[in-house]
């Protein structure tokens, strides 16, 4: 039973186009996440969501939202996907005072 | 805020040597640390954690770090590594008391083990 999963696994897409990656956890966690990976390896928190509040890393274009149906999904949407975009993304997610949880990740590259 | 440094980002030795990955954190609050590895391709995995007590922690593979709250250090050891060891390792930390902030990782330390 895999604890975080997210699909698709691979996503190439043309600019401008929109799409979204999926996350799901079965850990029963409160908190979820999403983190960018860059070509350089550097791991970035871009959200973090419980079913009380939503902190976004200001540094996020807003064209990067989160969605979240339920306490066990945070769904990521990506509006006019530029080229800068291309990384992998993480989703993650924890309780309390714990380590994070990680996904295998979605490689995106955008052409 | 909290920040971690990993101060090797490549870091190549031959298999059944000993090594150690640096990591120093900065923070204005007491923290959890962990160490994470990513194999090529794949994604985060934890590796080890210390939260509390024993300043000296231990994986399964056998790893180990320790806890240096003076130096502000949290360095990943192995005795002797093997070839599987090759691998991408982040140190992070993460924030507690008052409001917790999230987990916030070094830029890596690649290992590479040579026969």
């Known amino acids: 039973d895999t604890a975080v999963s997210q699909t698709p696994k691979y996503l190439v897409t043309q600019m401008g186009n929109d799409k979204s990656i999926k996350c799901e956890q079965n850990?029963?966690?409160?908190?979820m996440y999403w983190y960018k990976q860059d070509s350089k390896k550097f791991l970035k928190i871009m959200f973090s969501?419980?079913?009380?509040?939503?902190?976004i890393n200001e540094t996020v274009p807003n064209r990067f939202s989160p969605k979240s149906p339920d306490k066990a999904h945070l769904n990521l949407h990506i509006n006019s996907l530029e080229l800068g975009d291309s990384a992998v993304y993480f989703c993650?997610?924890?309780?309390?005072?714990?380590?994070?949880?990680f996904g295998s990740g979605t490689r995106l590259t955008v052409v | 805020a909290q920040s971690v440094t990993q101060l090797d980002s490549q870091v190549p030795v031959f298999e059944e040597a000993p090594v150690e990955l640096r990591c120093n954190y900065s923070?204005?609050?007491?923290?959890?640390l962990f160490w994470y590895v990513q194999y090529p391709n794949q994604g985060l995995q934890l590796l080890l954690k210390?939260?509390?007590?024993?300043?000296l922690v231990e994986s399964i593979n056998g790893f180990e770090a320790e806890f240096n709250k003076s130096q502000t250090s949290f360095h990943l050891r192995k005795p002797s590594v093997h070839i599987s060891d090759t691998a991408e390792y982040f140190c992070?930390?993460?924030?507690?008391?008052?409001?917790?902030?999230?987990?916030?990782f070094g830029k890596g330390t690649k290992l590479s083990v040579k026969p």
């Open positions: 993650a997610s924890s309780a309390t005072g714990e380590g994070y949880t």
């Open positions: 850990l029963g966690h409160d908190t």
């Open positions: 969501y419980n079913n009380k509040e939503l902190i």
């Open positions: 923070s204005s609050v007491s923290v959890y």
């Open positions: 210390y939260l509390s007590g024993s300043t």
């Open positions: 992070a930390v993460l924030g507690y008391g008052g409001s917790q902030g999230n987990l916030i």
